[in-house]
């Protein structure tokens, strides 16, 4: 099961998800190239919406890291997406928004145009050192991100493991696909938590304490080369789980020379294995013009290995989007040190510090 709990679900999209159970979403869609998880299609009119406050924008000499709400005018998409925001906080945790025509944007005037869309569901945040709002996720060339330490899983062609980002919500647009593979795959940890709950109690109370993440080379001003977090929390009455990838866990006890117990190893992989259980598992391939959006609290993410294209034209290029929600989902300010964004500076590794 997908989701969270939440006080309310707005009417329009409490009415369509209660169309069928998941199971029935599955079997419906099974064996077709249709969506299986809850979308929302973008009208004709919604479409023109946008491309007007693209337009506004784009007269006003808005980019991508300067774009605000305000700047970015929209009202009845606008509401549409207050709606998706409740969702996305205290309803299943993920939505699909459908029917962005990606072709007619150049890739400069697609990341404005999603960096509005993003303004009116949350605040944006720095992704990276140098201060990036909005992300680019290709390959740069790297195979694997596995015992490395200096870069971070998006910039490969590698299988990323079940992980979160460190933010409220992570948004993905697609502007194109791999020519093989690349496939997103979503599980919730609420789920895991109760799973280990009913069958490895012991196990899941040590994934409440704390652990050392590797800072990838992104560390700034002095700072250890590790962030502290748990990987679940409680806060105010919900419960929240934002790991990052374990495999950070594993390269800062490399870089530190502090050892994980035996107990926290097994903690670590139990939770991996229930992640990677298909029984849990949604999966989507994302098409150009679509945008996913995920809460990092109750929904962790991966993707499968890629391989691409050998036009440059042609290669997968993903764009994203790190917003945080004010007054939303309660989230323990300590437990998650990074829920503001990446710190700005000059980054120890180089990898960090150009596109």
């Known amino acids: 099961m997908l989701g969270g709990a939440g006080p309310r679900r707005t009417p329009a999209l409490a009415a369509r998800f209660a169309e069928r159970t998941r199971d029935e979403w599955t079997a419906m869609f099974a064996g077709g190239d249709a969506c299986t998880e809850p979308v929302l299609s973008l009208t004709e009119a919604a479409v023109a919406e946008v491309d007007a406050a693209l337009r506004h924008a784009q007269r006003q000499g808005k980019t991508a890291q300067t774009i605000t709400r305000d700047g970015f005018p929209l009202t009845s998409v606008g509401g549409l997406l207050a709606d998706a925001r409740h969702e996305l906080e205290y309803g299943r945790g993920f939505l699909l928004l459908r029917g962005l025509p990606i072709d007619r944007y150049t890739d400069e005037e697609a990341g404005l145009l999603y960096r509005g869309i993003g303004a009116h569901i949350g605040a944006v945040v720095s992704q990276n050192a140098k201060g990036d709002l909005l992300g ?186 790190w917003l945080n929600v004010e007054n939303g989902r309660p989230v323990d300010p300590e437990a998650f040190p990074y829920r503001h964004g990446v710190p700005v500076g000059q980054a120890r590794s180089t990898a960090h510090n150009a596109r």
């Not at 490399?254 to 229930?274: N, V, W, Y």
Request: aromatic content about 10%.
């Open 136 to 321: 680019h996720v290709f390959d740069r060339g790297y195979a694997e991100y596995r015992g490395r330490s200096d870069i971070r899983g998006y910039q490969t062609r590698a299988d990323l493991e079940f992980h979160t980002d460190v933010v409220d919500i992570v948004g993905l647009l697609c502007l194109r696909t791999a020519k093989e593979g690349g496939q997103s795959v979503i599980v919730s940890s609420t789920t895991i938590h109760n799973e280990m709950l009913a069958r490895e109690a012991a196990l899941l109370g040590l994934l409440y304490g704390n652990f050392l993440f590797d800072r990838r080379g992104e560390e700034v001003g002095g700072q250890p080369a590790y962030f502290v977090s748990p990987i679940y929390s409680w806060f105010q009455g919900y419960l929240s789980c934002r790991p990052a990838i374990i495999e950070y866990i594993y390269s800062a006890q490399k870089k530190t020379g502090i050892a994980l117990s035996p107990a926290q190893d097994e903690a670590l992989q139990a939770f991996l294995r229930h992640a990677a259980r298909d029984d849990l598992q949604l999966r989507m391939d994302l098409r150009p013009g679509d945008i996913q959006l995920l809460n990092n609290s109750v929904v962790l993410h991966s993707r499968t290995a890629y391989h691409d294209h050998a036009e440059e034209h042609r290669k997968r290029y993903l764009l994203r989007l």
